[in-house]
């Protein structure tokens, strides 16, 4: 499993002077990874990869994960990268303040996405598993939602909805990801070997700030996945005009919308979420022990009822400090009796981006962390091992090995995630194509040549 998360990028400057251009500040941001490497497209000492995106987004894709918590610890730990080219940007910048913020639309309605990566069989045919596994995706939003103001809007008024990117996706299944949107990618890029594996690119979930909410985000999708590739029996629950009632469900967090089934009669949200959950416990029972342990997906699991329940009842006391869209909700209708009850508000459109603001210290999350109102999922000190090194058990380990070794060795090499090249004096490549590879002879013969050739460091 990976993550692709893209920040929000803006500087305050001090008075009287000029507000930076998203790209000008996007420079100054990376500056110092230019200058260390002559590139703003790197992989970390971690194994992961820290780039400029389009439209001047950071972006932080984690090396590869093979359980829920280890993903998370480094999804984490990409949030500590940036910000520390945030606040180095600030001291090239006097007077300014520079706010990175891990959400997915920003003031002007351009959105920015959060890609889940899951690997899938080759035996397994796309669209199908597509298909399959979309009216799951269409009302995930409803457990694991991160919330958002909508603005007004012709004759809509402003509005809460329980996922940013509801209203950004235009198709269901598409080898696009930016002109078209889809919620799922079918883009034959595996990193690994295409005879075996295809990557399931996921492209519909919001920037989850809360740790409860990211685990019952990837794991109860890691739930799905597992259960159709085994050929669990699920319900038959294709909706119809998904896009259409994606929309709709971002507006009632009742979960009671009826939506179109493809094979006549209706459902809800509630109802299909319901009943995968319940498949998803029957799993549980016979789900072999591998990657992420049984143990972690029965809390997700756990979560999942919860959360389920607390719509159902209305009562949303028992996951008001796990779910985004609860946590985030119940602080601005705090704010939104004192200020008339108006959704369109700046200072709850204030509050609502704040949210996202990744500093700690300063964004309202960690206030409401360091206040106890928000739970956790792992500690610091998994996302401080996270950002220090490569996790063990994947083909990251090797990565993050060969990374070492150059930086050690001051040697001129090029890496992506299947390949390890040494570039001098003669170029020696390997390509690693098992994710779930830690050890290779190859490695050790381009670590012996590295070494053997290595540069002498400069004085």
Known sequence: MGVETEYGLIAAPPPRQRQLAPDELARVLFSPVVREYSSSNIFLDNASRLYLDVGSHPEVATAECDSLSQLLAYERAGDEVVDELAQTAEHALPGSRVYLFKNNVDSAGNSYGCHENYLVGRNIVLRELGRAILPFLITRQLICGAGMIAPAKGDQPAQFLLSQRADQVWESVSSATTRSRPIINTRDEPHGDSKRFRRMHVIIGDSNMAEPSFALKVGSMLLMVEMIEAGFDLPDLEIDEPIVQLRRIARDETGRVELPLSRGGTTTPLAVQTALYECAGKWLDSRPEKG????????VHQLWGDVLAAIDSGDFSKVNRDVDWVIKKQLLERYRDRLGGDWAHPKLAQIDLTYHDI??????????????????????????????????????????????????SNANITVDWTRMKVNRPEPHTEEFLDPFETNDNRLEALIDYMVNNADTPPE
């Open 292 to 299: 992420t342990s049984n143990a972690e997906l029965r809390r």
């Open 359 to 408: 500093r700690v210290g300063r964004g309202v999350y960690d206030h409401l962390v360091q206040r106890g109102l928000v739970n956790r999922w792992i500690d610091d000190i998994d996302i401080a091992r996270a950002k220090r090194m490569a996790p063990a058990t994947t083909r990251a380990a090797m990565r993050g090995r060969f990374l070492a070794q150059a930086r050690a």
